[in-house]
């Protein structure tokens, strides 16, 4: 079995909001003193590939679309557990919209020897566009099982749960699938160990250009985008405390429904 | 400073971090009030392998750069000083088996240090004899192909959970000073031997510290180490490899508390702004972050320095000034960023219920073990005026 996991190097999500800042000029996330990190969702799934390799025997290719530096991504992903690792390298390509992500990923996936399986992340943790795993399939012309929280081989194909509005829905599926990955408490990604940490950094990361792809230049830069940002800004927040006087507990709700009513929160 | 770290060093230390957020962070306070050893923390680093980090690979272990460890134990200490020991110590306690030990020997314990199946200690301090070991009296007598130990050993770092013990003992009963000591490995369990922690320490409460009480505890002469009289040149040969990771959990420690206060600052109101406008408190931050960076510069020079000179446990003759350089001030710039630290946060600072007030506690023991900073004082003074004593 074959499984390609595609993933992205982000800005961690999870420093401070004092922390974070944008320029607004370049419409981008500054980076400043935060670091970057495989995104949440793309960490869950790795950690199903991984699994699924260690309960049925597997090779894992871990895929990314990025500028140099996502290669600490992919040392990550190698350290869990990957078996080989792809850097198709494009500067600014962490800004790209989906619809050219998905291209130029679809392109070096097909330069892989035969998946069975596509992993991806149900949204990167930054833009949050979500929609990478579906024109993915789109490209390369197959299923998308969509918001998995886990999977299996069954027979000669795969047996899904599916996250849905109304419930989990099981669903089967034959090999060759595109799958977007949610977290749950069974695809937590796992610390790699030192040792790992050391290993990786011994293997070969691949890296493959828009030429390596049969793309031309254009169609994976910026300008094959047809989405534009116009602003981007972190929203203000303006908090005020008011305690709300009365005698007694009853005088004290119906003043508090009046502010209410004033301010036309209710 | 980091930037003298390559990419697998940046690589393992972003592991550290998410380790020590998961798994330490969030129970380091309750360690310290309960004044308990974290067993379950031990198998965490043993299988993360951070207890195998000094041991070569040959034996099993990661055979990591001196500055990969440093990293590692300033990362560690940035959440909790005790924890960083965990590490520090296993590297001290098995630092004379690679400095001292024979090939069989080596193979014998080291893979067991390597996996963290074991803990190691050093036991060098006696009641009597602290700043001055030359000055010990615990004896070990040859019968036939044993040793007979009888003495105490105190303070020891990780003596009541360690599963080996190296520890120095006079064979010569006749001898006096740094002459006559000799090193020996004692596992734990060797009757005769008994370890009682010491309870009621200021800081580092989740660290195991203990008293090793051997009477008439018999060990093979198969695990002396080096030769007869040979000791007193391992412990110094040890220690001198082992002060830049005491520096680097100093530099953590003081780092923790840095990053701490600088969040609380620009939080706390008053006066009708953010304390951090005041730039009272600015010259106070801009000093501590200074130190720090200093302190790092030292410390990480001093590990590259051991590992260039120390290869095949050689005695350094000049790294040994930076190492002792590095301890010295990394640890007093962590009591006095801590000390600010708890300042800064004014009445909290002192609370509990924030982490600066425990982080200035474990400071105050980095400026004493591993060799008191007036003792490396000696040391750097020394290593300019040779034998010349003052
Ligand atoms: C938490 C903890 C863990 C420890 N872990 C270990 C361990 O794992 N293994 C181990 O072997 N030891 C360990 N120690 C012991 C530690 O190394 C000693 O406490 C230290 O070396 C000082 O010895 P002492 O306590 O006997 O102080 P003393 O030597 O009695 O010193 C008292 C004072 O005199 C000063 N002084 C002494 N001689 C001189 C001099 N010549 N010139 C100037 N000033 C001098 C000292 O600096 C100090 O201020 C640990 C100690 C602590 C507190």
Redesign the pocket.
Known sequence: MHIAVCIKQILDPEISPRAFKINREAKLAEQAGASLVIGPFDLNALEVAIQLKEKHGAKVTVLTFGEEKAQDALRRALAMGADEAVLVAGDGAASREPSVTAKVLAAAIRQLEPVDLVLCGRQSGEWDYGQVPGLLAEELGLPLVPFVPRLDVSGDGFRLERESDAGNVVVEAPKGLVVSITNAQDNNPRLPKVRDIMMANRKPIKKLGAADLGLDEASASASAGRLEVLDLFIPEVDSECEFVEGDDGAEKAANLVKKLLERKVI | MDFLLNDEQRQIVEMVRELAKEKVAPYAAQWDAEERFPHELVEVFAEAGLLGLAVPEEYGGLGAHPLTRVAVIEELAKVDASAALLVA?QD??MTPILVGASEEQKARWLPKFASGEWLS?????EPG?????GGMVMRARREGDEYVLNGT???????SVAHGVTVFARTDPDSRGPKGITAFFVEKGTPGFTAVPMKG?L??RA?D?AELVFENCRIPAANRLGEEGEGFSIAMKTLDRSRPNIAAQALGVAQGAFDYALGYIQERQQFGRPVASFQGLQFMLAEMATEIEAARGLTYQAAIRVHEEGKDGARLVTANRYSAMAKMYATDVAMRVTTDAVQLLGGYGIMRDYPVERMMRDAK?FQ????????Q??VIARSFLGGAKG
């Open positions: 110590v001290l306690g200690a050093f036991g060098l301090t004899a602290g700043s001055d070991p050993k105190i303070f020891i770092s990780n003596g320490k800081g580092l660290s510290t023991i004493i073990y591993e060799g008191t900073n007036q003792i004082k000696i």
